[in-house]
Nanobody, 121 residues
Protein backbone atom coordinates (compact mmCIF):
# COMPACT_ATOMS: atom_id res chain seq x y z
CA UNK A 1 0.00 0.00 0.00
CA UNK A 2 1.44 3.35 -1.03
CA UNK A 3 1.44 5.85 1.82
CA UNK A 4 2.51 9.41 1.04
CA UNK A 5 4.26 11.13 3.90
CA UNK A 6 4.16 14.87 4.58
CA UNK A 7 6.70 16.85 6.55
CA UNK A 8 7.57 20.45 7.29
CA UNK A 9 4.59 21.56 9.34
CA UNK A 10 4.77 23.27 12.70
CA UNK A 11 3.85 26.36 14.66
CA UNK A 12 5.06 29.56 13.03
CA UNK A 13 4.51 33.28 13.17
CA UNK A 14 2.61 35.15 10.48
CA UNK A 15 4.68 36.41 7.58
CA UNK A 16 7.59 34.71 5.91
CA UNK A 17 7.52 31.41 4.07
CA UNK A 18 7.05 27.78 4.99
CA UNK A 19 7.80 24.75 2.86
CA UNK A 20 6.11 21.38 3.08
CA UNK A 21 7.37 18.18 1.48
CA UNK A 22 5.64 14.98 0.51
CA UNK A 23 7.34 11.73 -0.44
CA UNK A 24 5.83 8.41 -1.46
CA UNK A 25 8.47 5.68 -1.45
CA UNK A 26 7.79 3.15 -4.16
CA UNK A 27 5.29 5.35 -5.98
CA UNK A 28 6.11 7.03 -9.28
CA UNK A 29 4.82 10.56 -9.39
CA UNK A 30 5.96 11.35 -12.88
CA UNK A 31 2.76 10.36 -14.67
CA UNK A 32 0.07 11.22 -12.16
CA UNK A 33 -1.90 14.10 -10.75
CA UNK A 34 -0.55 15.31 -7.42
CA UNK A 35 -1.80 17.92 -5.06
CA UNK A 36 -1.95 19.59 -1.69
CA UNK A 37 -5.15 20.01 0.29
CA UNK A 38 -5.94 21.43 3.69
CA UNK A 39 -8.60 21.21 6.33
CA UNK A 40 -9.06 23.75 9.07
CA UNK A 41 -10.99 22.94 12.25
CA UNK A 42 -14.71 22.98 11.58
CA UNK A 43 -14.26 23.41 7.83
CA UNK A 44 -14.34 21.14 4.81
CA UNK A 45 -11.16 20.01 3.17
CA UNK A 46 -10.21 22.20 0.24
CA UNK A 47 -7.66 22.26 -2.54
CA UNK A 48 -4.53 24.36 -2.18
CA UNK A 49 -2.57 23.34 -5.26
CA UNK A 50 -2.64 20.68 -7.91
CA UNK A 51 -0.25 19.75 -10.68
CA UNK A 52 -0.31 17.19 -13.47
CA UNK A 53 2.39 15.45 -15.41
CA UNK A 54 4.27 17.39 -18.03
CA UNK A 55 2.08 18.05 -21.05
CA UNK A 56 -1.06 16.79 -19.35
CA UNK A 57 -4.30 18.41 -20.45
CA UNK A 58 -6.33 16.32 -18.03
CA UNK A 59 -4.84 17.74 -14.88
CA UNK A 60 -4.57 21.49 -15.19
CA UNK A 61 -2.37 23.21 -12.70
CA UNK A 62 -4.16 25.03 -9.92
CA UNK A 63 -2.50 27.05 -7.18
CA UNK A 64 -4.06 29.28 -4.55
CA UNK A 65 -2.64 32.76 -4.21
CA UNK A 66 0.52 32.92 -2.04
CA UNK A 67 1.35 29.25 -2.62
CA UNK A 68 3.78 27.54 -4.96
CA UNK A 69 3.72 23.88 -5.89
CA UNK A 70 6.72 22.07 -7.33
CA UNK A 71 7.86 18.53 -7.80
CA UNK A 72 11.02 16.49 -8.02
CA UNK A 73 10.11 13.44 -10.06
CA UNK A 74 13.54 11.88 -9.67
CA UNK A 75 13.05 11.73 -5.90
CA UNK A 76 9.26 11.24 -5.89
CA UNK A 77 8.87 14.40 -3.85
CA UNK A 78 6.16 17.04 -4.01
CA UNK A 79 6.64 20.45 -2.43
CA UNK A 80 4.35 23.23 -1.29
CA UNK A 81 5.65 26.66 -0.41
CA UNK A 82 3.44 28.99 1.58
CA UNK A 83 4.36 32.66 1.32
CA UNK A 84 3.36 35.55 3.59
CA UNK A 85 1.84 33.17 6.15
CA UNK A 86 -1.48 34.18 7.67
CA UNK A 87 -3.46 32.89 10.62
CA UNK A 88 -6.11 31.77 8.13
CA UNK A 89 -3.59 29.26 6.76
CA UNK A 90 -3.80 27.28 9.98
CA UNK A 91 -4.91 23.79 9.00
CA UNK A 92 -3.90 20.19 8.53
CA UNK A 93 -2.16 19.93 5.17
CA UNK A 94 -2.41 16.73 3.15
CA UNK A 95 -0.71 15.61 -0.01
CA UNK A 96 -2.48 13.26 -2.37
CA UNK A 97 -2.02 11.57 -5.72
CA UNK A 98 -4.42 10.23 -8.31
CA UNK A 99 -3.69 8.89 -11.78
CA UNK A 100 -7.05 10.20 -13.05
CA UNK A 101 -6.71 13.66 -11.48
CA UNK A 102 -10.40 13.49 -10.60
CA UNK A 103 -12.25 16.76 -10.17
CA UNK A 104 -13.72 15.42 -6.95
CA UNK A 105 -10.48 15.27 -5.01
CA UNK A 106 -12.12 13.37 -2.17
CA UNK A 107 -11.95 10.39 -4.53
CA UNK A 108 -8.21 10.68 -5.07
CA UNK A 109 -6.49 7.37 -4.49
CA UNK A 110 -3.52 8.05 -2.24
CA UNK A 111 -3.52 10.33 0.79
CA UNK A 112 -0.95 11.14 3.39
CA UNK A 113 -1.64 11.41 7.11
CA UNK A 114 -1.24 15.17 7.03
CA UNK A 115 1.05 17.68 8.67
CA UNK A 116 -0.29 20.39 10.96
CA UNK A 117 0.50 24.01 10.24
CA UNK A 118 -0.40 26.59 12.88
CA UNK A 119 0.18 30.25 12.09
CA UNK A 120 -0.09 32.76 14.89
CA UNK A 121 -0.49 36.46 14.30
Amino acid sequence: QVQPGESGGGSVQAGGSLSLSCTAPGYTYSSDGRGWFRQAPGKERGAVARVGSEGSSRCEEFVKNRFTISKDNANNTLYLQMNNRKAADTAMYYCAADSLCRINFDKWTYWGQGTQVTVSS
